[in-house]
């Protein structure tokens, strides 16, 4: 059984230009949520999708949206981006909302 | 502000020396919390999760243990492949999950 595999692992854009992340949850999960991590920082809310619909966000700004498809993959895209923006990105996923989220390998996002 | 403060920062142990983490929180209607390890350059590992005051679970050398105001993450006689970073997180009803900094242990041989 596949955990939650993100794509692509190493991205490396540059300042202003916009990407887009890919996450596929575990099987048998239906949320898909998105988290930043900064160096030496725990993981800080994105977003989170459930029935292809956005069901809450953290305190980050318009820039960063998403889409969930009925597959229950998922996509993060951040545009104009800035320095600021270099992390790891984060998806996990969850059967029905909270609770014990899985979490994929990330994708490691460097903004020169 | 609701908040998660984990405690040390970081923590250097000899192999077979054992220790414990903390974990504090001042959320209110607290749901769960959960401790994660993560590898450097990886995403957080499930380890644990605890739901009410006194609840306790074991995974091999570890022991989580809940409190009311805080958890507490026991590892017992570690081993070097038991360094990475420990991260603690807590919900609350129908709310993202709040993550603290981590705390980085390091068990050398």
């Known amino acids: 059984d596949a955990g939650v595999t993100q794509s692509p692992t190493h991205l490396i854009k540059t300042r202003g230009q916009q990407v887009t992340l890919r996450c596929s949850p575990k099987s048998g999960h239906d949320t898909v949520s998105w988290y930043q991590q900064a160096l030496g920082q725990g993981p800080q809310f994105i977003f989170q999708y459930y029935e292809e619909e956005e069901r809450q966000r953290g305190n980050f700004p318009d820039r960063f949206s998403g889409h969930q498809f009925p597959n229950y993959s998922s996509e993060l895209n951040v545009n104009a981006l800035l320095l600021g923006d270099s992390a790891l990105y984060l998806c996990?996923?969850?059967?029905?909302?909270?609770?014990?989220?899985?979490f994929g390998p990330g994708t490691r996002l460097t903004v020169t | 502000e609701d908040q998660v403060t984990q405690s040390p920062e970081a923590l250097r142990l000899q192999e077979g020396e054992s220790s414990s983490l903390n974990c504090s929180y001042t959320v209110s209607g607290l749901r769960g919390l959960f401790w994660y390890r993560q590898d450097p350059g990886k995403g957080p590992e499930f380890l644990f999760t605890?739901?009410?005051a006194g609840e306790e679970k074991e995974k091999e050398r570890l022991k989580a243990t809940l409190t009311k105001k805080e958890s507490f993450l026991h590892i017992t006689a570690p081993k070097p492949e038991d360094s990475a970073t420990y991260l603690c997180a807590v919900e609350q009803a129908g709310t993202a999950l709040i993550f603290g900094k981590g705390t980085t242990l390091s068990v050398s041989s």
């Open positions: 996990a996923s969850s059967p029905q909302g909270w609770g014990e989220q899985y």
């Open positions: 605890l739901y009410s």
